[in-house]
């Protein structure tokens, strides 16, 4: 059943846009955001009772991607449980009602699309209200996509904001409309993909933990994968692609060795040169006097 506690917004380190409804109006008369538009869009970590009853529908595909925990979904149509690795796409004009699991609360990443092309996307990908929980062929390009919708939204509310921001929805829901579910995938191309949004993200420290939510995976399970796969713990990866970053930016900039730093996500340069001298020898400052 639906709880009565259930919350729509406010969780810690929570990131939500919403555009405001004038502007809505606005943006769908214009080229390209008329056919599809991102309206809200927002990232929920451990979302603990996050939820929504819509018992009017709204006009707006619902897109919820989660990448740890699990959820749910209930319609007429029936409940359905939303896994790590899946994602949730509800219908425009569908009753519906969603929310985190109590015991294992989700993290999300979700939209609301709007738009002439919505009816395109829910056609090729043979959406209906009973079919709404689809597997995520690769999470790893999702999630940067939506990170990509949300850093675009953040900016401002521009027209060419609001166009990038469709460009990368618009990339997403092509992935997500074209791709039959996968179910637990191939685990080289898991790894591979997961290698992937490492190096798309060498600025920032990303947990092996959040890796493997993504990837379906107990962390224990992804270490040994990756490990097995790479030949290098996951940990150790990451920081190989972080220092080869900081060694190009030392080599063809003048930046400080702090500033080099936080370019490649360390917010402590001390602790990034004992890194860097972990990994190639000698220190920032040393390296580049003798480069």
Same mark, same amino acid.
């Not at 897109?63 to 939303?82: D, H, K, N, P, S």
């Not at 690795?85 to 709007?114: E, F, I």
């Not at 939510?213 to 796969?229: P, Q, Y």
């Not at 190009?248 to 370019?263: F, I, K």
């Given at each position: 059943?639906?709880?009565?506690?259930?919350?729509?917004?406010?969780?810690?380190?929570?990131?939500?846009?919403?555009?405001?409804?004038?502007?809505?109006?606005?943006?769908?008369?214009?080229?390209?955001? /008329?056919?599809?538009?991102?309206?809200?869009?927002? !990232?929920?970590?451990?979302?603990?009772?996050?939820?929504?009853?819509?018992? /009017?529908?709204?006009?707006?595909?619902?897109?919820?991607?989660?990448?740890?925990?699990?959820?749910?979904?209930?319609?007429?149509?029936?409940?359905?449980?939303?896994?790590?690795?899946?994602?949730?796409?509800?219908?425009?004009?569908?009753?519906?009602?969603?929310?985190?699991?109590?015991?294992?609360?989700?993290?999300?990443?979700?939209?609301?699309?709007?738009?002439?092309?919505? &009816?395109?996307?829910?056609?090729?990908?043979?959406?209906?209200?009973?079919?709404?929980?689809?597997?995520?062929?690769?999470?790893?390009?999702?999630?940067?996509?939506?990170?990509?919708?949300? /850093?675009?939204?953040?900016?401002?509310?521009?027209?060419?904001?609001?166009?990038?921001?469709?460009?990368?929805?618009?990339?997403?829901?092509?992935?997500?409309?074209?791709?039959?579910?996968?179910?637990?995938?191939?685990?080289?191309?898991?790894?591979? /993909?997961?290698? &992937? !949004?490492?190096?798309?993200?060498?600025?920032?420290?990303?947990?092996?933990?959040?890796?493997?939510?993504?990837?379906?995976?107990?962390?224990?399970?992804?270490?040994?994968?990756?490990?097995?796969?790479?030949?290098?713990?996951?940990?150790?990866?990451?920081?190989?692609?972080?220092?080869?970053?900081?060694?190009?930016?030392?080599?063809?900039?003048?930046?400080?060795?702090?500033?080099?730093?936080?370019?490649?996500?360390?917010?402590?340069?001390?602790?990034?040169?004992?890194?860097?001298?972990?990994?190639?020898?000698?220190?920032?400052?040393?390296?580049?006097?003798?480069?």
């Amino acid at each position: 059943m639906v709880k009565p506690e259930l919350v729509a917004d406010g969780f810690p380190g929570q990131r939500m846009l919403v555009l405001p409804r004038p502007q809505v109006e606005l943006a769908l008369q214009r080229p390209v955001t /008329r056919n599809l538009l991102v309206t809200d869009c927002g !990232y929920f970590p451990h979302a603990e009772h996050h939820g929504w009853i819509r018992t /009017r529908p709204i006009r707006q595909l619902v897109l919820i991607l989660c990448v740890r925990g699990q959820g749910w979904c209930e319609a007429a149509e029936g409940r359905f449980t939303v896994k790590a690795g899946q994602a949730l796409l509800l219908p425009p004009a569908l009753a519906h009602s969603y929310g985190a699991d109590a015991a294992d609360p989700w993290t999300v990443w979700w939209a609301h699309l709007d738009g002439s092309s919505v &009816e395109d996307f829910m056609r090729i990908a043979a959406l209906t209200p009973t079919s709404v929980v689809r597997e995520i062929p690769d999470i790893y390009a999702s999630v940067a996509l939506m990170e990509e919708i949300i /850093r675009w939204m953040e900016r401002d509310t521009t027209e060419s904001s609001l166009v990038h921001a469709s460009g990368a929805a618009w990339h997403l829901m092509t992935s997500l409309a074209s791709s039959r579910p996968s179910g637990a995938g191939n685990t080289q191309d898991m790894v591979e /993909r997961a290698a &992937e !949004y490492l190096r798309d993200h060498v600025n920032r420290r990303i947990n092996v933990s959040d890796l493997a939510d993504m990837a379906g995976m107990s962390a224990s399970h992804f270490a040994a994968v990756f490990k097995k796969h790479t030949g290098v713990p996951a940990v150790t990866y990451q920081t190989q692609l972080r220092m080869a970053s900081a060694r190009g930016l030392l080599d063809t900039t003048n930046q400080t060795v702090e500033d080099v730093a936080h370019a490649v996500g360390y917010d402590d340069s001390f602790y990034f040169s004992r890194q860097f001298k972990k990994i190639h020898g000698v220190s920032p400052t040393a390296y580049r006097r003798h480069d």
